[in-house]
Nanobody
Framework: QVQLIESGGGLVQAGGSMRLSCAAS????????MGWFRQAPGKRREFVAA????????YYADSVKGRFTISRDNAKNAVNLQMNTLKPEDSAVYYC????????????????????WGQGTQVTVSS
């Protein structure tokens, strides 16, 4: 059974940094795309970042481009999200995702394109 376990959330001041990690188990994820979405209270879940398995191309939402960096460690079946220059509007529950419908260029920013989801980790950025 595939499981995605997020870690690293918490409380940080605006302008600070935080690193989220997601450990995958129950499958071979080295060729899978992996990604992050987030959902703030009263808002829809939205795409944050994705990284492909083969080649490792990365994609970002415009709102986080230049501040967030997604990376993966295939040896550990893990994906990380380094978040810098955090803003209060980045506060949300962050969800890890894995395994993307083909073609990835079409689906990576879409909720329905991802197969597996973690339970989420809360990130709160205080002003």
């Amino acid at each position: 059974q595939v499981q995605l376990i997020e870690s690293g959330g918490g409380l940080v001041q605006a302008g600070g940094s935080m690193r989220l990690s997601c450990a995958a188990s129950g499958g071979s994820f080295s060729t899978f795309a992996m990604g992050w979405f987030r959902q703030a209270p009263g808002k829809r879940r939205e795409f944050v970042a994705a990284i492909m398995g083969t080649g490792g191309s990365a994609y970002y939402a415009d709102s986080v481009k230049g501040r967030f960096t997604i990376s993966r460690d295939n040896a550990k079946n893990a994906v990380n999200l380094q978040m810098n220059t955090l803003k209060p509007e980045d506060s949300a529950v962050y969800y890890c995702t894995a395994d993307l419908l083909a073609p990835p260029s079409t689906w990576y920013s879409s909720l329905g394109g991802w197969i597996y989801w973690g339970q989420g980790t809360q990130v709160t950025v205080s002003s």
